[in-house]
T-cell receptor, first 114, second 113 residues
Framework: NAGVMQNPRHLVRRRGQEARLRCSPMKGHSHVYWYRQLPEEGLKFMVYLQKENIIDESGMPKERFSAEFPKEGPSILRIQQVVRGDSAAYFC????????????FGPGTRLTVT | GDSVTQMEGPVTLSEEAFLTINCTYTATGYPSLFWYVQYPGEGLQLLLKATKADDKGSNKGFEATYRKETTSFHLEKGSVQVSDSAVYFCALRGRGSARQLTFGSGTQLTVLP
């Protein structure tokens, strides 16, 4: 059973460009969470999605950030007009249901904005 | 809101030394508690968990006990190995409708041979 997959693993963008980060949850998991890890810090929750629904986006910045989890295909975290402060590691996690606290994490996408 | 406070690192130990990483939390009700480990360049792996007071989570020689009275979940290992070198994160998941994990800032552990 493949784990949570994220791609790309490393992404370099210039200021003002768009970044798209993809996450494929574990097989059978329909709940996806995105977290951001700034240098020397712990992970901060961004958004929680189920298929075709955003359940909780309380951790998402109000502007430039959006997320989706379509019926088919991976979950996408999209950052428009990136700035240097967006440089971070972005981790996706999945769980089989929303009730369990056990989330399985992907390897992360390390975004660098130049 | 919920929060997790972890012992600041970095922590450097010799092989076979005893390890304690302190973790305390603030949350409404009785959250579930977790320790995750992150090896260099990788994502987080669940190390152990406890879902109610006095539960002891254990895995790979690591242990942590859910202490409601002190709101703590300290991580311990009796004899560390070089391969235990990693960053350790304490986390909680609240009992309410929120499903996300709240993490501490992480503790970098380096074990020297």
């Amino acid at each position: 059973n493949a784990g949570v997959m994220q791609n790309p693993r490393h992404l370099v963008r210039r200021r003002g460009q768009e970044a798209r980060l993809r996450c494929s949850p574990m097989k059978g998991h329909s709940h996806v969470y995105w977290y951001r890890q700034l240098p020397e810090e712990g992970l901060k929750f961004m958004v929680y999605l189920q298929k075709e629904n955003i359940i909780d986006e309380s951790g998402m910045p109000k502007e430039r950030f959006s997320a989706e989890f379509p019926k088919e295909g991976p979950s996408i975290l999209r950052i428009q007009q990136v700035v240097r402060g967006d440089s971070a590691a972005y981790f996706c996690a999945s769980s089989p249901t929303g009730e369990t606290g056990e989330q399985y994490f992907g390897p992360g996408t390390r975004l660098t904005v130049t | 809101g919920d929060s997790v406070t972890q012992m600041e690192g970095p922590v450097t130990l010799s092989e076979e030394a005893f390890l304690t990483i302190n973790c305390t939390y603030t949350a409404t009700g009785y959250p579930s508690l977790f320790w995750y480990v992150q090896y260099p360049g990788e994502g987080l792996q669940l190390l152990l968990k406890a879902t109610k007071a006095d539960d002891k989570g254990s895995n790979k020689g690591f242990e942590a006990t859910y202490r409601k009275e002190t709101t703590s979940f300290h991580l311990e290992k009796g004899s560390v190995q070089v391969s235990d070198s990693a960053v350790y994160f304490c986390a909680l998941r609240g009992r309410g409708s929120a499903r996300q994990l709240t993490f501490g800032s992480g503790t970098q552990l380096t074990v020297l041979p």
